[in-house]
């Protein structure tokens, strides 16, 4: 078979991972069948046998309103070649192409999830895009009998709920997760006797930092004798983070928290071993990879009280569920987790891969 795959939007973050990760497996998977992948160029191309790359940079959004109607018809007109599968990596369709089957990895969740977001906010307009703008236009670009793959059952429920999909046309591929390996991982020294937390997050409004400022705000007016040792590093800048950064000067709590930057996976997994807890407030996730890592080394969590921490967190023990507006509930379980400063039997990590499920699609 000829099999087109599309990746000509994926530049960062959980796109690049499903990318590679497809790469990675593929050579298992391929037989005889002839692969064409399309790519931005910012993308590897990994040497596979089988597998020809096209490179499709799309410098504008204008190009990339085009592409699907346009221009990947001409460079299929050029390669002379007929698609009997095609594969999306990015969300959406490519009905106008034709092939016998299609498939979608569907990876953006934020629809999915409630939240009101100000497209009159430039820190927000592109979380409203993505929440009323983007389903409408993915879901145009749907073929008939379209097959779907997403990461989680709670992401497969959603979905099938709000774009109303029947439920038999989705699979569940949990993407790959690194195991950690818990005796390489270094005991952080921070050098004093304070409480450290660690927030794994930026300053998206749903990733809920300004819940933190105000429960830490809350916290130091109850027991301002715990809050002058309790420190809360996040995995951003205060440039940014602006938003946050702001609210953490409004609530008078700048001594408790640590703009860090971006830290290496290493460093973040000493601080895992060596914090207090995690602090975990984000109300939209797929995975939650900060979750599964805290646990993998026996951290306390708190977590937002959102159907994708529970399913991540399933079976362990030192996990707590908080409503992210229940500012009182987040100081209470912060000055909980200080006093108690436990650890717990580490969440088990054997988990086979799932991408056999989608290569069986493609099959």
């Not at 793959?149 to 429920?157: H, M, Y």
């Not at 979905?159 to 109303?164: D, E, L, R």
């Not at 290496?264 to 984000?282: G, I």
Request: contains cysteine.
């Amino acid at each position: 078979m000829n099999i087109f795959v599309i990746a000509t939007t994926l530049q960062a973050g959980g796109g690049i991972t499903i990318y590679k990760q497809f790469l990675s497996h593929l050579p298992k998977y391929i037989g005889q069948n002839k692969y064409w992948i399309f790519i931005n160029p910012v993308l590897p191309k990994v040497a596979i046998e089988g597998v020809t790359y096209i490179s499709f940079p799309l410098q504008s959004k204008l190009k990339r309103i085009l592409f699907e109607g346009k221009l990947l018809q001409n460079e299929i007109v050029k390669l002379g070649v007929k698609p009997d599968v095609v594969v999306s990596l990015q969300n959406n369709g490519y009905k106008k192409i034709g092939g016998s089957k299609q498939i979608v990895y569907f990876h953006q969740s934020l629809p999915l999830y409630p939240g009101a977001y100000n497209p009159f906010k430039c820190t927000e307009r592109m979380l409203f895009n993505y929440k009323h703008i983007f389903p409408r236009i993915v879901k145009r670009t749907w073929a008939k009998n379209t097959q779907f793959v997403v990461q989680t059952p709670i992401v497969k429920k959603r979905f099938v709920s709000y774009f109303n999909v029947p439920t038999e046309n989705v699979r569940v591929c949990f993407p790959d997760v690194e195991k950690v390996d818990v005796t390489q991982c270094k005991t952080y020294n921070w050098e004093d006797n304070k409480k450290h937390f660690i927030f794994v997050g930026d300053d998206s409004k749903y990733r809920n930092g300004c819940t933190l400022a105000k429960a830490m705000g809350i916290l130091s007016k109850q027991n301002p004798a715990l809050a002058e040792d309790i420190k809360i590093h996040v995995t951003s800048s205060a440039e940014k983070a602006p938003i946050m950064y702001n609210e953490v000067l409004k609530n008078g709590v700048g001594k408790n928290f640590v703009f860090e930057g971006i830290i290496k996976h290493d460093n973040l997994l000493s601080y895992y071993k060596s914090a207090t807890a995690l602090v975990f407030p984000s109300s939209i996730e797929t995975v939650g990879l900060p979750l599964l890592e805290a646990a993998a080394l026996g951290l306390p969590v708190l977590a937002a009280d959102v159907d994708y921490a529970h399913e991540v967190l399933n079976g362990y023990d030192g996990v707590v569920y908080t409503d992210v507006h229940d500012y009182e509930a987040w100081a209470k379980h912060i000055i909980a987790f200080s006093i108690e400063h436990k650890r717990y039997k580490p969440l088990p990590q054997e988990r086979e891969s799932d991408w056999g499920v989608f290569f069986d699609l493609i099959k």
